[in-house]
């Protein structure tokens, strides 16, 4: 509990902590707080996470710059993940009562594949899977699943082509 206390307060310190050794700081801190980690993963500058339990992080996987996790819900990472700046990813929301006010908050897992593009801002909504290889587009809000190869772009994200897995094979 104290070592959690810790390495929560060095993240803290080091979340805006810039040039490599800010990098290095941030992995090492953020390391010992997420759920589980693999190798080679980064924390871009200013990234929140929460207490970081919620995350899981396969090897190089990059959380962006202005990286966001809002919500009590598991956010799972597959391999090499991509990340463009201030991706939001959100799992926990409130459901809205008939006649007005709000009902308990339902939390939802998130589950990124591996070989997963995103551009600069984008928001993954809770519940959604997005497959292997699958890229998304800038500013999307990812409300539904994408498929594993599909490219998802807008708001709401819709997908826009399946790409070709011939092509990801000679990679």
Known sequence: ??????????????????????KRLRKMTAGKLFKRVGKNFSVGIGASFGDGTCLELSEFTNLGPGFSLT?????????????????????????????????????KQITIGSHVWFGHRVIVLPGVTIGDHAIIGAGAVVSKNVPAFGVAVGNPARIVKIRNKKLTDRV
């Open 1 to 22: 509990m104290i070592k959690q206390f810790f390495f929560r307060v060095a993240y803290k310190l080091s979340k805006n902590v810039p040039y490599s050794f800010g």
């Open 71 to 107: 919500g009590l819900g598991t956010v799972r990472f597959g391999s090499h993940i991509m990340m463009g700046y201030e991706c939001m990813f959100i799992t926990t929301n409130h459901n809205a009562l008939p006649g007005g006010g709000y009902g308990k908050d339902e939390t």
